[in-house]
């Protein structure tokens, strides 16, 4: 039994999926996988059910019906993951954007050294993305730039979507309270944390741009992360 989940929300990764469990399984620590796919037409959860029978215990889908956000889709998961009782709940990419094995780094930043909300940086040292255009790269940064600036919250990486939880955290945060479904949802529950005093701690990693599939990006998810922390901010810094 593990005590730390990882949540790998999905639609259209068939090219990633397979790969990218047996990577999070091959790690040092026993992690166990909750799939949310948003019911692929590409055959994601086909995939991921013929593997379920190999690693029985340990690999999980919960299938929704219809597109609906990134966020909604770990929202469903931080509810699944508080009723099934996991201590540490992780947020990654399904396209090796995010590292494998950064994972126990994560969660020993949580467990080991005190954080409660330990995030994968890409602009803690420096910036750490690899395969990005620089326009894109250049937007990223100084998105976070902005956040922070606009929200005072002491993060480098706002927009970061590789994060460690600690099961409290997400229980104190109110998730049918979460206004943002796409790019701002990261903002949004760091910020959430950050406003309950929560310890974070950003843990330096290199983003790796997807080399299989499709980017979600599009210019409405960019555009609820600049408007999103104007209302943020407006509404008081509340809870």
Known sequence: MSNTLVIIPTYNEKENIEAVIRAVFSQKKAFHILIVDDNSPDGTSEIVTRLISEFPGNLFLEKR???NGIGTAYIH?????IGNNYEYIIEMDADFSHDPKDLIRLYNACENEGADLSIGSRYSKGVNVVNWPMKRVLLSYFASKYVRFI???????TTAGFVC???KVLETIKL???KFVGYAFQI???FKAWKHKFNIKEVSVIFTDRTLGESKMNG???YEALFGVLKLRLKGLSK
């Open 65 to 67: 019906l219809e597109k």
């Open 77 to 81: 998961g931080f509810k699944w993951a």
């Open 151 to 157: 929200t005072r919250i002491p993060v480098h990486d």
């Open 165 to 167: 939880y600690k099961r």
């Open 176 to 178: 049918d309270e979460i």
């Open 188 to 190: 949004e529950m760091k």
């Open 220 to 222: 409405s998810i960019i």
